[in-house]
């Protein structure tokens, strides 16, 4: 009897584990949408809440949408607190009793206040412009804020008016900035963002800065005073990484330059007394590359000094402790985002190096922070992890992280996807150490018979990291193992490392790349005759430039690439800090250069079977960039397809509709030229 019940409860567990390994499936399309992650996480002043942006992707308009939702640090409890409309960006009140934030509409954005006591929820004033980076005074009774001012175009004629009903074509755009068009803007109105204060009870706004340049970031430094961060220098535009952090008195919106050196200053925080001004910025040197350090000076502007000269990574975000003896900050630490904390003389100490989650498109290292508490700090961050978008962590105190949010357990709980394995892989170039990720695809096994996609960050000053990316699954769940690395070039791993390809990109940092592809073929993780290349932005332009070094790769994907320098340099919206700081020439003092150092000039080696994709509102690196790159091919009978965009910027899969078209695009391109397909 006891052998039948034992065979019976032996036959129900089979089938109960048959069952569940039957309802895991891989990641597919419309997986994306069901996406949500946090951001924005903000402690309280008393450190016993936060407030956060819960996002999801709204599947009617193909767009994220956030709600404001809060956590009880103690006790975990989850409830939501505005959930109508799409807002962002809630900022407590110093009495911790009131929640700025910026709602979002059709008719733009304005600053909207919450009272916790009874729900009370007005807007502060009626925005013609959009506001942001707004903050509270430290007595609570105003708002400091950033907004566009508009000016007036240039026009050199009257035009006449038309007859009425009449259908005559728009009147001409005259410009005469040298940027007149910005990536995710669009052609740009004449004018400037200025720095603004309103009352917290409401009212009309006040505009504290002027001029024909930008001033914005404001930080209070007592309730009478504002630090803003611009540069106030004529033709700014040609020193474009150039600014200041300024005071702004506000009984007379007088203007005093803080810093004076030839670098960027920004990112002001203000110690808790009021003494101290937290900042970050370099000396510029010109060079393609340089990390932030951060630096503290007295209120005054006085002995600025540098505290983490010592520490080879790039700072951002500085915040002051409640003691004002530390300053927390993030810094990016070999593929990761560490949260760190800098005493005043220069100790930096690793409090965490998850911080991360809010890039769901590709690896890319993301995240905020914020701290609250009167004592012991409390630190709410966004948490990355390999198979999940961010969720809210905390650290309170001295004490360990602990999660408080698990929004995707319902989208990826029942999902299995690709494991994501770090290797070390030594360059054959000169025998740099190369970080680098391997995402397996379900059911993998090391015997040589997968097919590979070798995928490159963009920046090219940027860095991939072990988190969560919808395509990088996407291309796991079709089979591919899928592999994305850190070459030279890339932050976080020092300013020598990141500075090896100035005014040498693209150039050795493909060796490190294709290292990486060997050490794949030599683990016996992938077929060498099914190898894929593709990358954007910066990763475009290595996956053009790779597939001129070598035939290796059986098709290539190149998205949103530069192609040729000398039209980007003079076209696109950043030229000026491509000629000023990467290529320290313009394309008619050093053409060999500029040509030398184009995709264009290998387009004659090129073998490989490559598509192109760009968005037909990127101004970052135009489509006129993957147009010749797809013209040159198709005057070569090499094969290739252009996929444009409608309606996208260099953020090219910023809609969820948008990644999934990317990333099946890819994906089709490489099954039909993928020589293992029909065995």
Known sequence: MKSILNAVIAAITLFALSATADDYRRFEPMDVFALEWAA?????????????????????ADRPRGSLWMLDVDSGRHRPLITEGNVSSPRWSPDGERIAYRASGEQGAEIRIRYLDDGADFAVSQFIESPNQFTWSPDGSQLAFAMFVPGEKPSFATPPKAPRGADWAEPVRVFDDLTFRFDGRGWLRDGATHVFVVGAQGGEPRQITDGDNDFSNPAWLDDDTLLVVGNDVPDAELDPIESEIYTVELADASRTALTGRDGPDANPAVSPNGERIAYTGFDDELLAYQQDNLYVMNADGSEPRNLTGDYDHPIANPVFSASGQTIFALAQVNGQTALVEVDMDGTVRERTADVGGTSLGRPYSSGSFSVGGSRAPVIAYTRQHWDRPADVAVIAGRSEPRVLTDLNDDALGHIDLAEIEEIQVESSFDGRTVEAWVAKPPGFEADGSFPMILEIHGGPFAMYGPSFAAEIQRFAAEGYVTVYANPRGSIGYGNDFAQQIDRAYPGNDHDDLMSVVDALIERDYVDPDRLFITGGSGGGVLTAWAVGKTDRFAAAASIKPVINWATMATAADIGVF?????????????????????????????????MVMVGEEDWRTPTWEAEQLYGALKLRQVPTALVRVPGASHSIAARPSHLIAKTDNIIGWFDKHDPGEDE
């Open 578 to 610: 491509v000629t000023r700081h990467w290529f320290r020439a313009t394309p008619w003092e050093d053409p060999d250069l500029f040509f030398r150092l184009s995709p264009l000039s290998l387009v004659g080696n090129i073998t490989t079977p490559t």
């Open 40 to 60: 924005d996480p903000q402690v309280s002043p008393d450190g016993e809440r936060i407030v956060y942006v819960r996002t999801a992707y709204d599947k009617l």
